[in-house]
């Protein structure tokens, strides 16, 4: 059972925008980064966004991140077909003194 | 460019012991805390263990701790995780991850491509 709490599913149509949750609590997203994953079907998974919000180099602006507290959001505008994947966040938890991740959420574009 | 790659990953049976090993190369590796990760098949990611940069510190799952051993040797750039007590339960793709900045025991920024194991009788 993962700490983080994210929803199971999403959708949205092409051109759409969508936004993806992640609840924790004091201990990891409340004190700590988030860092949020795309894994596409057969592949490793790839880093979307660190420290919060910010975007690697080559990763589109269409996808933002946002923290507030103990929970953080992924916004995808302009869905595309190939935004189709799982979506994890994760954060260090002070507690565990260990990363723990979302249980993820697949995207799916209608 | 940074590569991360997995290897020694097959089938065990219960009980028994594994060592998964990652060379990492394009990046100085003795500056940068690493992780495990795991994904049973279908399922989720699960962080397995950590170590600091200097080998200082290592950190571990709950569902590992005892079990599982991260280990670094930076005069080859590798890591590895040596696999004792094999369960069912333990049977996934294992990455390899090296973390955002250095120094610090922070996320992963670059995984390898993972290596399969497999835990059956």
């Known amino acids: 059972q993962s700490v983080l709490t994210q929803p199971p599913s999403a959708s949205g149509t092409p051109g759409q925008g969508v936004a993806l949750s992640c609840s924790g609590s004091?201990?990891?997203?409340?004190?700590?980064?988030v860092f949020w994953y795309q894994q596409l079907p057969g592949t490793a998974p790839k880093l979307l966004i660190s420290?919060?919000?910010q975007r690697p180099s080559g990763v589109p602006d269409r996808f933002s991140g946002s923290k507030s507290g103990t929970s953080a959001s992924l916004a995808i505008s302009g869905l595309r077909s190939e935004d189709e994947a799982d979506y994890f966040c994760?954060?260090?938890?002070?507690?565990?003194?260990?990363?723990?991740f979302g249980g993820g959420t697949k995207l799916t574009v209608l | 460019q940074i590569q991360l790659v997995e290897s020694g990953g097959g089938l065990v049976q219960p009980g028994m012991s594994l060592r998964l090993s990652c060379v990492a190369s394009?990046?100085?590796?003795?500056?940068?805390?690493m992780h495990w990760v795991r994904q049973t098949p279908g399922k989720g990611l699960e962080w397995v263990a950590g170590?600091?940069?200097?080998?200082?510190?290592?950190y571990y799952a709950d569902s590992v701790k005892g079990r599982f051993t991260i280990s670094r040797d930076s005069s080859k750039n590798t890591l590895d995780l040596h696999l004792s007590g094999l369960r069912p339960e333990d049977t996934a793709v294992y990455y390899c991850?090296?973390?955002?900045?250095?120094?610090?025991?922070?996320?992963?920024?670059?995984w390898g491509q993972g290596t399969l194991v497999t835990v059956s009788s």
């Open positions: 991850g090296k973390v955002l900045q250095p120094y610090y025991i922070t996320l992963i920024d670059d």
């Open positions: 394009g990046f100085t590796f003795s500056d940068y805390a």
């Open positions: 170590i600091s940069y200097d080998d200082s510190n290592k």
């Open positions: 004091t201990s990891n997203i409340g004190s700590n980064y």
């Open positions: 420290k919060n919000n």
């Open positions: 994760a954060a260090w938890d002070d507690s565990v003194r260990g990363v723990l």
